[in-house]
């Protein structure tokens, strides 16, 4: 076990024998996603002291209004990661398409692609409840010096070399596994350094809390319905509690260190659901397997799916194992 209070730059330099053929890539790649977090952080801890609330007009690929904070972040993200010479390509839920970062060297060797929600559940800003950052990263499958290709973004879940999120809260984490279990750090932002808080991060086997939007209840199909009243039956360990801020990264968290589940279903105004495969299901569905929790569609595991779009959508179980498998014996019926 890790001791507390370890720095992540010293974390990340323990753990290089990770990668015996390492060339400090990945490294690197963990140390730009920190100094982003640390800007982001800072413009969302002022958000509601200058004019970067309040949607910044544009409308995103999911046709959802582009917050200002949203487009900020996207940007300092994008930004950071495009000049250290270690990414060939970047997929945003705030761009359409992925974009291709050009090296300086002519060769350009770099290996990774990395895909972002550079700021879930951005709807909660103009309302001081907590968002977050979403990262995933794979190794690209296309010829190094080659230009990056769509089938370097497509890949399972399962291919990830390492997933992410930064938690803008009451206090502002960085969460991470690079598929060798899951610590947090918690940023002293007096310093600007972020420490080890939450070594080896793992889900509860079971827990009491379910976290879905119960508003859509009536959309939603059988299997979740019957679910749902399982949760609040009197039997047991039951009544669970009802727990949903609407915002993936926080109830993810939260569930991760109480015990729980978290579902966005398809249902029938939604029909894959509306949460992204590649840049939310997956790095948080590698992170819940890393902790030993479970993420699934509903039927199947997550990190098996073969992505066909970009943006594509699919039904999100995640959590305390045991919770997930009960859920998924409800969908089976
Ligand atoms: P709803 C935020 O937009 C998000 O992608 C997740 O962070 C959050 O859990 C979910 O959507 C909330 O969606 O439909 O319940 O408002």
């Given at each position: 076990m890790e001791k507390r209070n370890t720095t992540l730059g010293e974390f990340i330099i323990e753990h290089e024998s990770y990668f015996p053929y390492s060339t400090g890539e990945l490294s690197k790649l963990i140390n730009a996603l920190r100094l982003a977090a640390k800007v982001v952080n800072y413009e969302v801890n002022k958000a509601g002291l200058v004019d970067i609330l309040g949607a910044a007009g544009d409308i995103n690929v999911q046709g959802e209004n582009q917050q200002k904070l949203d487009v900020l972040a996207n940007d300092k993200f994008i930004r950071t990661l495009s000049n250290r010479e270690i990414v060939c390509g970047i997929a945003s839920e705030e761009e359409e398409h992925f974009i291709t970062i050009n090296s300086n060297d002519k060769q350009n060797r770099n290996k990774y692609v990395v895909l972002i929600d550079p700021l879930d559940g951005s709807s909660n800003i103009d309302v001081n409840v907590s968002v977050g950052t979403i990262f995933s990263i794979y190794r690209r499958v296309t010829p190094v010096g080659t230009p990056v290709t769509m089938e370097d973004f497509l890949q399972p879940g399962k291919n990830q070399?390492?997933?992410?999120?930064?938690?803008?809260?009451?206090?502002?984490?960085?969460?991470?596994?690079?598929?060798?279990?899951?610590?947090?750090?918690?940023?002293?932002?007096?310093?600007?350094?972020?420490?080890?808080?939450?070594?080896?991060?793992?889900?509860?086997?079971?827990?009491?809390?379910?976290?879905?939007?119960?508003?859509?209840?009536?959309?939603?199909?059988?299997?979740?319905?019957?679910?749902?009243?399982?949760?609040?039956?009197?039997?047991?360990?039951?009544?669970?509690?009802?727990?949903?801020?609407?915002?993936?990264?926080?109830?993810?968290?939260?569930?991760?260190?109480?015990?729980?589940?978290?579902?966005?279903?398809?249902?029938?105004?939604?029909?894959?659901?509306?949460?992204?495969?590649?840049?939310?299901?997956?790095?948080?569905?590698?992170?819940?397997?890393?902790?030993?929790?479970?993420?699934?569609?509903?039927?199947?595991?997550?990190?098996?799916?073969?992505?066909?779009?970009?943006?594509?959508?699919?039904?999100?179980?995640?959590?305390?194992?045991?919770?997930?498998?009960?859920?998924?014996?409800?969908?089976?019926?």
């Open positions: 070399v390492a997933a992410g999120y930064i938690v803008y809260g009451t206090s502002t984490m960085l969460v991470y596994t690079t598929g060798h279990g899951v610590n947090g750090f918690t940023l002293n932002p007096a310093i600007g350094t972020f420490y080890l808080s939450h070594p080896d991060m793992e889900f509860p086997e079971t827990g009491n809390i379910y976290s879905v939007n119960e508003g859509n209840y009536i959309h939603f199909p059988q299997g979740v319905k019957s679910y749902i009243k399982y949760c609040q039956m009197e039997e047991g360990e039951r009544p669970y509690t009802s727990r949903y801020i609407g915002s993936l990264v926080s109830d993810f968290h939260r569930n991760m260190i109480k015990g729980g589940i978290y579902i966005y279903p398809k249902s029938s105004i939604a029909s894959n659901g509306k949460l992204r495969l590649l840049y939310e299901c997956n790095p948080m569905a590698l992170i819940a397997e890393q902790a030993n929790g479970k993420a699934s569609d509903g039927f199947g595991r997550i990190l098996d799916i073969q992505p066909k779009e970009l943006h594509e959508r699919v039904p999100f179980f995640c959590g305390s194992r045991k919770m997930v498998e009960k859920a998924e014996e409800f969908m089976r019926g």
